[in-house]
T-cell receptor, first 110, second 111 residues
């Protein structure tokens, strides 16, 4: 139990639709990161938010966007969904060194 | 980003020690060595990290080579619950919290 909760746990969307995934970070953690994990691969960094501002981004197109709220919870938004967006989306919160991951949202795009 | 190289998979017997190797020949002076593991159907979990000296915690030990070009994660007595994918990651702690995961090592533990 890491204290990081993600919702929903599973989601099915149609190609071209938009999706919003949510993350509630561990209490007091001011940094949240999002990762995409395709089946059989390691997680890939999407972006990171620190005190409500994006302060790092991986190799993902602009249709992947995010928000961090004053209580440090976060959202990941993906527009114009593609079949290759099907993956496990992981949120991680941190204060210093150790990152605490949620159990992820499994997104399937059909 | 400096890269790490790990074996794709390893096997161990329950209650025996496990040594998981990681090569990182292009490590820079400010890179910390982090280990995370991912149990089936769960998000990654922090295991241990270090810079130059060997480190111990309740989960594992981290042995770092003198030239820092390799490291070994040591599980002192493997249990069935330790079956997971283990990721060795280099992170410049001055450059934010981004973690660059590779393919990791899938550890299988036999009863």
């Amino acid at each position: 139990e890491t204290g990081v909760t993600q919702s929903p746990t599973h989601l099915i969307k149609t190609r071209g639709q938009q999706v919003t995934l949510r993350c509630s970070s561990q209490s007091g953690h001011n940094t949240v990161s999002w990762y995409q994990q395709a089946l059989g691969q390691g997680p890939q960094f999407i972006f990171q938010y620190y005190r409500e501002e994006e302060n790092g981004r991986g190799n993902f197109p602009p249709r992947f966007s995010g928000l961090q709220f004053p209580n440090y919870s976060s959202e990941l938004n993906v527009n114009a969904l593609e079949l290759d967006d099907s993956a496990l989306y992981l949120c991680a919160s941190s204060l210093q060194t150790e990152a605490f991951f949620g159990q992820g949202t499994r997104l399937t795009v059909v | 980003d400096a890269k790490t190289t790990q074996p794709n998979s390893m096997e161990s017997n329950e209650e025996e020690p496990v040594h998981l190797p990681c090569n990182h020949s292009t490590i820079s002076g400010t890179d910390y060595i982090h280990w995370y593991r991912q149990l089936p159907s769960q998000g990654p979990e922090y295991v241990i990290h270090g810079l130059t000296s060997n480190v111990n915690n309740r989960m594992a030990s981290l042995a770092i080579a003198e030239d820092r070009k390799s490291s070994t994660l040591i599980l002192h007595r493997a249990t069935l619950r330790d079956a997971a994918v283990y990721y060795c990651i280099l992170r410049d702690d001055n450059a934010g919290n981004m973690l660059t995961f590779g393919g990791g090592t899938r550890l299988m533990v036999k009863p």
